[in-house]
């Protein structure tokens, strides 16, 4: 989902502020049945049972300034100035028991792993969160309609640049 507010604060100059956010999220069931074949071969030979879920949150703000104006008949200029943050968190766990009741297929229904039964459940997950920061501006000059004078420049830090090389331009 997106929003944005925008404000002109006179003829020819606007600010803009857009707040926007992707959220996601995921869950995943794998049951491999002890009375099937699979869960024969499966580890200890009863089935299994995987359970997986995510989630990522995507946080963004956008800030420009905007001016546009003619000059004449002649001069025509567009120039935006605007920084922008960017926020991102993802985790993940997961899981796979083994030795599955038939008449439970669900997670109580695992049994419970011991060195002596081979039940020995297999336990992952993850954790990341990054951000970027950006500074920007371009400007256009068109002269007579006819000739265009263009330049931009953006600069970028990010968590995901090297330590000693958080910013580029």
Same mark, same amino acid.
């Given at each position: 989902?997106?929003?944005?507010? !925008?404000? !002109?604060?006179?003829?020819?100059?606007?600010?803009?502020?857009?707040?926007?956010?992707?959220?996601?999220?995921r869950?995943?069931?794998?049951?491999?049945?002890?009375?099937?074949?699979?869960?024969?071969?499966?580890?200890?030979?009863?089935?299994?049972?995987?359970q997986?879920?995510?989630?990522?949150?995507?946080?963004?703000?956008?800030?420009?300034?905007?001016?546009?104006?003619?000059?004449?008949?002649?001069?025509?200029?567009?120039?935006?100035l605007?920084?922008?943050?960017?926020? !991102?968190?993802?985790?993940?766990?997961?899981?796979?028991?083994?030795?599955?009741?038939?008449?439970?297929?669900?997670?109580?229904?695992i049994?419970?792993?011991?060195?002596?039964?081979?039940?020995?459940?297999?336990?992952?997950?993850?954790?990341?969160?990054?951000?970027?920061?950006?500074?920007?501006?371009?400007?256009?000059?068109?002269?007579?309609?006819?000739?265009?004078?263009?330049?931009?420049?953006?600069?970028?830090?990010?968590?995901?640049?090297?330590?000693?090389?958080?910013?580029?331009t």
């Amino acid at each position: 989902g997106n929003a944005y507010a !925008e404000y !002109e604060i006179f003829t020819g100059l606007t600010l803009k502020s857009l707040v926007g956010i992707d959220y996601r999220a995921r869950t995943f069931d794998r049951l491999i049945s002890p009375l099937s074949s699979a869960g024969a071969g499966s580890t200890g030979g009863q089935g299994s049972l995987n359970q997986a879920s995510n989630r990522r949150v995507k946080l963004i703000n956008t800030n420009t300034a905007n001016f546009v104006r003619s000059f004449g008949d002649r001069h025509y200029v567009n120039f935006v100035l605007g920084n922008e943050t960017l926020t !991102e968190k993802f985790k993940s766990t997961t899981y796979t028991g083994y030795g599955i009741d038939p008449k439970r297929p669900v997670a109580a229904g695992i049994t419970q792993g011991t060195t002596s039964n081979g039940f020995i459940p297999v336990v992952g997950g993850s954790q990341t969160q990054n951000a970027l920061l950006s500074y920007f501006g371009n400007g256009t000059y068109t002269l007579d309609g006819r000739y265009n004078f263009s330049a931009g420049l953006r600069r970028d830090g990010s968590s995901k640049f090297g330590a000693n090389n958080r910013w580029a331009t």
